[in-house]
T-cell receptor, first 117, second 110 residues
Framework: DAGVTQSPTHLIKTRGQHVTLRCSPI?????VSWYQQVLGQGPQFIFQ???????GRGNFPDRFSARQFPNYSSELNVNALLLGDSALYLC????????????????FGPGTRLTVT | RKEVEQDPGPFNVPEGATVAFNCTYS??????FFWYRQDCRKEPKLLMS???SGNEDGRFTAQLNRASQYISLLIRDSKLSDSATYLC???????????FGSGTRLQVQP
């Protein structure tokens, strides 16, 4: 079975531009979460979606938005890019909603490395 | 105070050594605990979930102490391939997001 896939793998943008990152979860997983990881730190939570609804939002500005589609894939959008948005953006999928502890385990995709110049 | 704190290391150990990592978390209502492994410039990979009774998977043993809000990971018989950053991860009640520590770097040397 395919794992979590993300596209693109790398991206270079300039300040002020907009970017869209894409994620497809593991087959059968209904929840997608987005994280930002800067060098030397652990991933920081941005959003979680389950069944197309936002379930949680981290401490990120409104320039960050996301959505989930009927096939459970997801997009993360970032507007008005800043130099500080340069990071590895990770998507994670999980079962969620099954009631078992295993449903909370999140599996990460390879990430999109965004560089803002 | 950070929600999840780890010693950043690096821990430099010879092959075959036993090494232990510790992690503390601040939210006493946290419900789920995990260790992830992350190789340089790669995504985090789930190493193991941590259960209240402690659990073992081959050379890896994880322990949880809820009273002290402390999680540990023990690696026995270290291999060169164990060299990576180990991330302590916590999930709180009602929160679906994972909170990550900054990671502990392990370098196993021949």
């Amino acid at each position: 079975d395919a794992g979590v896939t993300q596209s693109p793998t790398h991206l270079i943008k300039t300040r002020g531009q907009h970017v869209t990152l894409r994620c497809s979860p593991i087959s059968g997983h209904k929840s997608v979460s987005w994280y930002q990881q800067v060098l030397g730190q652990g991933p920081q939570f941005i959003f979680q979606y389950y069944e197309k609804e936002e379930r949680g939002r981290g401490n990120f500005p409104d320039r960050f938005s996301a959505r989930q589609f009927p096939n459970y894939s997801s997009e993360l959008n970032v507007n008005a890019l800043l130099l500080g948005d340069s990071a590895l953006y990770l998507c994670a999928s999980s079962l969620e909603g099954s009631g078992s502890g295993l449903s909370y385990e999140q599996y990460f995709g390879p990430g999109t490395r965004l560089t803002v110049t | 105070r950070k929600e999840v704190e780890q010693d950043p290391g690096p821990f430099n150990v010879p092959e075959g050594a036993t090494v232990a990592f510790n992690c503390t978390y601040s939210n006493s209502a946290s419900q789920s605990f995990f260790w992830y492994r992350q190789d340089c410039r790669k995504e985090p990979k789930l190493l193991m979930s941590v259960y209240s009774s402690g659990n073992e998977d081959g050379r890896f043993t994880a322990q949880l102490n809820r009273a002290s809000q402390y999680i540990s990971l023990l690696i026995r018989d270290s291999k060169l391939s164990d060299s990576a950053t180990y991330l302590c991860v916590v999930r709180g009640t009602g929160r679906r997001a994972l909170t990550f520590g900054s990671g502990t770097r392990l370098q196993v040397q021949p």
